[in-house]
């Protein structure tokens, strides 16, 4: 059963609904994964998806922030929703299809602007957020997954623009990408896209603050998609929608594919 999909941090669901829309017309993927959704659950717009023909959905959301959703033209049924580091919020999600393929969507904390613990909760609850992924993995090692979102780390060199300049700068300091890796590690995770597009700068964010972000491309790779090693080898066409962060009103993400033929 192949399927194509997509993972987009989409920064406001009910605000952006167009976009979800369009991308869903124009890229047809069969399943979406979305964070920072920042809805409630009962009012992402489903009528409209459904439409679509994104039938299905699995999520967990708040009011004004944070939020993860599956919506997918597949049947999912969701299996679990973790709460890793305690925080009561909504940044995990995940759905089994009914080829036994399991799928998490995550949204990792952005961790603040300060890569220090002592001054900053907020970064300390980003390692501990990942710190909690790795015990997880480590307890239960995934079989037949795929894990995808914005984890909010980008670990290699090529995936920022300027990898000195960003040691110091929370996303790509060496204590994220350890403990990034140490989850990634703890399931066997494969980084699928890198395993197609193995080499060169590739990002998947860009600031807003940058009004000329596209010929400036100061951007990062914040957003992944894995699998298992026993279903890495299915994967192919991994993609950046680089042009998405280009239209009206856009998120400051854009979306990454890959198909499986499974």
């Not at 969701?78 to 995990?92: F, P, Q, T």
């Not at 596209?214 to 090693?229: E, I, M, Q, V």
Request: proline letters at 6%.
């Amino acid at each position: 059963m192949p399927f194509t999909l997509a993972t987009w941090n989409i920064n406001s669901v009910r605000l952006r609904e167009p976009l979800v829309l369009r991308l869903m017309e124009e890229e047809t993927p069969d399943i979406l994964c979305l964070q920072e959704c920042k809805s409630p659950v009962d009012k992402i717009p489903r009528e409209a998806f459904e439409a679509l023909g994104y039938t299905h959905m699995i999520a967990r959301g708040q009011k004004g922030y944070n939020g993860v959703a599956i919506l997918s033209k597949l049947p999912i049924a969701e299996v679990s929703a973790l709460d890793h580091a305690g925080l009561g919020h909504a940044r995990h999600i995940a759905g089994q299809l009914e080829n036994g393929v399991t799928i998490h969507n995550f949204y990792v904390p952005a961790g603040g602007d300060k890569p220090d613990r002592e001054i900053n909760d907020k970064f300390g609850q980003k390692l501990d957020y990942l710190t909690d992924m790795r015990d997880a993995f480590h307890a239960e090692r995934p079989e037949k997954a795929i894990l995808v979102g914005d984890l909010n780390i980008a670990p290699r060199e090529d995936d920022v623009w300027d990898h000195k300049k960003m040691l110091k700068v929370v996303s790509h300091t060496p204590v994220e990408v350890e403990h990034l890796g140490a989850a990634q590690d703890a399931g066997k995770w494969v980084d699928v896209t890198r395993a197609d597009i193995p080499e060169g700068q590739l990002y998947s964010w860009w600031s807003y603050r940058s009004p000329d972000w596209d010929s400036a491309d100061k951007g990062r790779r914040l957003d992944h998609l894995w699998a298992t090693p026993d279903i890495a080898g299915a994967a192919h066409g991994s993609r950046v929608l680089r042009h998405a962060r280009g239209w009206d009103k856009p998120s400051d993400h854009a979306p990454v594919f890959a198909t499986f033929d499974l």
